[in-house]
Antibody, heavy 117, light 107 residues
Framework: QVQLVQSGAEVKKPGASVKVSCKAS????????ISWVRQAPGQGLEWMGW????????NYAQKLQGRVTMTTDTSTSTAYMELRSLRSDDTAVYYC??????????WGQGTLVTVSS | SYELTQPPSVSVSPGQTARITCSGD??????AYWYQQKSGQAPVLVIY???KRPSGIPERFSGSSSGTMATLTISGAQVEDEADYYC??????????FGGGTKLTVL
C-alpha cells in the first residue's frame, strides 16, 4: 500500500531554515511527483509547490519563490522540502502528497514546524 | 489573483443532503478535486476530476461541475461526515490552489 512517512516536529528560530523529509513506499517513486501543502493553525490548506520525481522539475507557489527548495533522492525514495528565512507566519503543519499532476492522492501524516524566538 | 470561493459553513441534519459549492473562473476548463479533513488528520481525497470517486469512498459522496461552479454532494449525510471540505484546482498559468474550506456540521 502507498505510504508517505514524514520526519518529526521541528522548532526553529526566526531567520533559520528547516528541511522536512517525506519517505515514500508502496509504489514506483519516479512515476509520480511530490507536492507540499501547509496549514497554519486554524487555517486552510495552502499549496506550496511540487517536484517531479522523474526529472526533478519543480513548480513553486509564487509567494514562496526564493525561499523554498524541493528536492528528491531517488535512491531512497525520499522527497525533501527546505524553507529558509523562517518567519512566525511559517508556523504550520507541512504535508507531502503524491502527485499525478495535478491530483494529490496520498498524503503524509504531516510535520509541525514551529517558528518562535 | 485566482481564487476558489467556498461557503465557510454548511449545516444539515443526519440523513439530509449536504451540498458544498466551489466557485472559480477557471473551472469551466479545469477539473475540481475535493478533500475531506477531519480534526487533527491529513486530508483525504473524496472526489477527483469533478465527479470521480476513489475506491473506498462511500457512494453517498458525489461531485459535479457546471460553468464556474463545482459542487460536492453528500446524499444522506452521516455524523461521521462532519469535517472540513476543501476544493482544489488549477488555473491556466499553472497555479494550484485550494478553496478556503467549508466546515460541514451534521447534527
Amino acid at each position: 500500500q502507498v505510504q508517505l512517512v514524514q520526519s518529526g516536529a521541528e522548532v526553529k528560530k526566526p531567520g533559520a531554515s528547516v528541511k522536512v523529509s517525506c519517505k515514500a513506499s508502496g509504489y514506483t517513486f519516479t512515476s509520480y511527483g511530490i507536492s507540499w501543502v501547509r496549514q497554519a493553525p486554524g487555517q486552510g490548506l495552502e499549496w506550496m509547490g511540487w517536484i517531479s520525481a522523474y526529472n526533478g522539475n519543480t513548480n513553486y507557489a509564487q509567494k514562496l519563490q526564493g525561499r523554498v527548495t524541493m528536492t528528491t533522492d531517488t535512491s531512497t525514495s525520499t522527497a525533501y522540502m527546505e524553507l529558509r528565512s523562517l518567519r512566525s507566519d511559517d508556523t504550520a503543519v507541512y504535508y507531502c502528497a503524491r502527485v499525478e499532476e495535478p491530483l494529490l492522492d496520498y498524503w503524509g501524516q504531516g510535520t509541525l514546524v514551529t517558528v518562535s524566538s | 489573483s485566482y481564487e476558489l470561493t467556498q461557503p465557510p459553513s454548511v449545516s444539515v441534519s443526519p440523513g439530509q443532503t449536504a451540498r458544498i459549492t466551489c466557485s472559480g473562473d477557471a473551472l469551466p476548463k479545469k477539473y475540481a478535486y475535493w478533500y475531506q479533513q477531519k480534526s487533527g488528520q491529513a486530508p483525504v481525497l473524496v472526489i477527483y476530476e469533478d465527479s470521480k470517486r476513489p475506491s473506498g469512498i462511500p457512494e453517498r459522496f458525489s461531485g459535479s461541475s457546471s460553468g464556474t461552479m463545482a459542487t460536492l454532494t453528500i446524499s444522506g449525510a452521516q455524523v461521521e461526515d462532519e469535517a472540513d471540505y476543501y476544493c482544489y484546482s488549477t488555473d491556466s498559468s499553472g497555479n494550484h490552489l485550494f478553496g478556503g474550506g467549508t466546515k460541514l456540521t451534521v447534527l
